[in-house]
């Protein structure tokens, strides 16, 4: 019986790793830069367009190859983030070859050659090693020859240079490096905000003037990540919002690919964190609203103007979680029980349903009522 048990749970253990990986992979694809995003007008020569299509060919491809690979890890078999880590770590090699790789004459003929220590010091930040994502990179149309400093082949733990090719179209070669070196080379992709553009594809950066990170992000690109519930609530209460609030203005912040998450600020500045702010993701829509304690004190005046049910999300949510430094308490009654309150600044609403909108429609009325007294 205990083997029998024991078996199950190693099945059921497999198809929870899959289902992670398959579920992260499948949303950064969801996430690159849709083609016709990318202005058909960019500064570059025709042969690095083309090369533009190879490498955006070339990260779908790594996507669909992890969405389809079965888990060996146990870390991976339910961890979202160690599934982004690695994921993350494969994107960052590729984005340190073109950062670090120069063409060089080999035996062999004109070839992409990257030293290996210059390699390891650009990815370090991303990876501890690079035989697996240099394998997991030859499975999407990469091809490797990693040697010592006798130019004798050697695997890549004792490997001073490797040369590259691209093996999925090497009469596109030329074209393809020449693409990664000019996008890579606009990226920081130790950070997040470059990382997610390479990720993304997001070959608007080759543009004069372009941001990478906020201020460069569209409404339509975000949108069209979500799944329809979400997507349907986002534009009611954003139509809402822009009827009566036409000042404050969208910023969305850095997207989180493995859920396909966007948080959007709005703010009357055009950048910076704003009064309140919007979070889609796979869960769905949440929104969130920082309250200073005379704005919180406000809204508790108006509490009874909502729904029950509201009223005890926000309560909750702003309830004292036993901090070190939130000063004195507020004991505060709520029907048959009271709540226990400190001095939280974001008041978080779990995921809504369209039910819920107009509630959270007046509750913003309520804080904003404060904001303009």
């Not at 050697?154 to 240079?161: I, L, N, P, T, Y």
Request: proline share 5%.
């Amino acid at each position: 019986m205990a083997n029998r048990e024991q078996q199950t749970d190693a099945v059921r253990d497999e198809g929870q790793g899959r289902a992670a990986l398959q579920k992260v992979a499948r949303n950064y694809a969801l996430c690159m830069l849709p083609a016709e995003m990318i202005p058909a007008e960019l500064p570059v020569a025709q042969n690095v367009r083309t090369g533009l299509g190879d490498v955006r060919s070339v990260i779908a491809a790594l996507y669909d190859w992890y969405a389809t690979q079965p888990v060996t890890s146990k870390q991976l078999r339910a961890d979202d983030l160690a599934c982004r880590k690695t994921v993350n770590a494969c994107l960052a090699v590729l984005w340190g070859l073109g950062r670090v790789g120069t063409f060089d004459a080999t035996p062999a003929g004109r070839a992409f050659v990257v030293d290996v220590a210059e390699l390891r010091a650009v990815t370090a930040k991303r990876t501890k090693t690079l035989a697996a994502p240099l394998a997991s990179l030859a499975a999407v149309g990469l091809a490797f020859e990693t040697s010592d400093e006798n130019g004798v082949p050697c695997d890549v733990s004792r490997a001073v240079s490797t040369t590259v090719w691209y093996a999925a179209s090497p009469d596109r070669a030329e074209g393809f490096f020449d693409a990664l070196r000019q996008f890579s080379g606009l990226l920081d992709a130790t950070g997040d905000e470059g990382l997610v553009a390479f990720a993304r594809a997001d070959f608007r950066v080759l543009a004069p003037g372009f941001p990478v990170g906020p201020g460069g992000y569209t409404e339509a690109e975000a949108v069209r990540t979500m799944d329809p519930k979400t997507a349907a609530l986002w534009r009611e209460f954003t139509t809402y919002t822009s009827v009566h609030y036409p000042k404050h203005k969208l910023v969305f912040r850095v997207p989180e690919l493995r859920n396909r998450r966007w948080v959007a600020d709005y703010t009357t500045r055009g950048k910076g964190y704003g009064v309140w702010r919007v979070t889609v993701e796979e869960g769905g829509l949440s929104v969130q609203m920082v309250m200073k304690p005379k704005a919180r004190a406000h809204v508790l005046e108006h509490l009874d103007e909502l729904p029950y049910h509201i009223q005890e999300i926000f309560l909750t949510s702003i309830r004292c979680r036993n901090c070190s430094s939130c000063g004195e308490h507020q004991m505060f009654p709520h029907g048959d029980h009271e709540h226990k309150l400190c001095r939280v600044t974001w008041f978080y609403t779990p995921p809504l349903t369209v039910e819920d909108l107009p509630s959270i429609e007046r509750l913003l009325d309520v804080h904003m009522a404060h904001q303009r007294s």
